[in-house]
């Protein structure tokens, strides 16, 4: 299953390129309360939700989650974390014994934080390696995603 929380649309496209490749199911995790959709308002609200480990309501839920064993978890990078309803979805389920390969994009930060943020929320699962895409940079990208789903085993080389 590919799970991806998106606010601008890159983490989406990075989401869809996956999907295009490999096919599967593919979940957008969604807020209760949407975030502003001005950048400025979002990078006033995001350092206090980091800080105090906010974990908004989502609307998204996944009924057959024990059906999967391998997630691909996209996320942007938001000040150098994955983003509180990221952390949300994962925390909501027991991933123990599951494979997550996760990807972000990012400003300029690459992974930053963000897989021992999945590490920490997900001890028992086995993280891959990941994928970090810079922003403006997801709508060219197929090539080197096809290149990670390769290198970490999700599709063949032919």
């Not at 969604?30 to 609200?45: A, F, G, H, K, L």
């Not at 990941?130 to 080389?157: C, H, M, P, T």
């Amino acid at each position: 299953m590919i799970v991806y929380f998106s606010w601008s649309g890159n983490t989406r496209t990075v989401a869809n390129h996956i999907h295009d490749l490999i096919g599967g199911d593919i979940v957008e995790v969604e807020t209760v309360i949407s975030y502003p959709d001005s950048y400025e308002e979002v990078i006033q609200i995001a350092p206090g939700e980091l800080e105090s480990d906010y974990r908004p309501e989502l609307k998204t839920k996944v009924e057959n989650m024990d059906e999967y064993d391998t997630l691909i978890v996209g996320t942007p990078i938001w000040g150098g974390h994955l983003t509180p309803a990221m952390k949300s979805f994962l925390a909501s389920y027991d991933l123990s014994g599951k494979a997550i390969s996760p990807f972000c994009t990012h400003g300029g930060s690459g992974t930053a934080q963000s897989v021992n943020d999945i590490r920490s929320v997900c001890p028992n699962s086995t993280i891959l390696s990941s994928l970090a895409v810079y922003g403006s940079r997801a709508e060219s990208f197929r090539a080197d995603v096809e290149r990670w789903l390769e290198q970490i085993g999700i599709i063949k080389n032919n």
